[in-house]
């Protein structure tokens, strides 16, 4: 049973849907960073975390950096869970940027937990499988 005509598709798309909770972190006359605060803070803590790592200050510069990498990751998971609006922090749906984010972020600390020498972080299992891919 039809109540009226159908709309068909259109065959050419003109303009694609911003994604939830893509909108302006702040009001649209606050100033354009403000308006990117999320995006601008997870930038920030991965700039540091490459900052760190580029000028290699201290003994284990390479691997707090990279923590503070995945940190900026885990971050952007948690903010993007958490707050409505993040801005061009949303680049997807808000399921997909949370396990993006969270599981880049959470493997990156994982691995800068692990990295020789003397890691910080000792899994057995994953040493047999390096041990077992290498030799």
Same mark, same amino acid.
């Given at each position: 049973?039809?109540?009226?005509?159908?709309?068909?598709?259109?065959?050419?798309?003109?303009?694609?849907?911003?994604?939830?909770?893509?909108?302006?972190?702040?009001?649209?006359?606050?100033?354009?960073?403000?308006?990117?605060?999320?995006?601008?803070? *997870?930038? #920030? &803590?991965?700039?540091?975390?490459?900052?760190?790592?580029? /000028? !290699?200050?201290?003994?284990?510069?390479f691997?707090? +950096?990279?923590?503070?990498?995945?940190?900026?990751?885990?971050l952007?998971?948690?903010?993007?869970?958490t *707050?409505? #609006? &993040?801005?061009?922090?949303?680049?997807?749906?808000r399921? /997909? !940027?949370?396990?993006?984010?969270?599981?880049?972020? +959470?493997?990156?600390?994982?691995?800068?937990?692990?990295?020789?020498?003397?890691?910080?972080?000792?899994?057995?299992?994953?040493?047999?499988?390096?041990?077992?891919?290498?030799?």
């Open positions: 049973m039809r109540r009226g005509p159908r709309r068909r598709p259109p065959t050419v798309t003109t303009d694609t849907a911003r994604p939830e909770g893509g909108g302006r972190a702040a009001p649209g006359a606050a100033p354009a960073p403000a308006r990117q605060w999320p995006l601008l803070t *997870v930038l #920030s &803590v991965a700039g540091a975390g490459l900052l760190v790592v580029g /000028t !290699d200050a201290f003994p284990h510069a691997r707090v +950096g990279t923590l503070l990498v995945g940190a900026a990751l885990l952007g998971a948690v903010m993007r869970r *707050v409505s #609006s &993040v801005g061009m922090l949303a680049v997807r749906s399921f /997909t !940027d949370m396990i993006t984010y969270g599981v880049m972020g +959470g493997l990156i600390v994982l691995l800068a937990l692990m990295v020789q020498p003397e890691p910080w972080l000792r899994i057995p299992f994953l040493e047999d499988i390096l041990h077992l891919t290498v030799t």
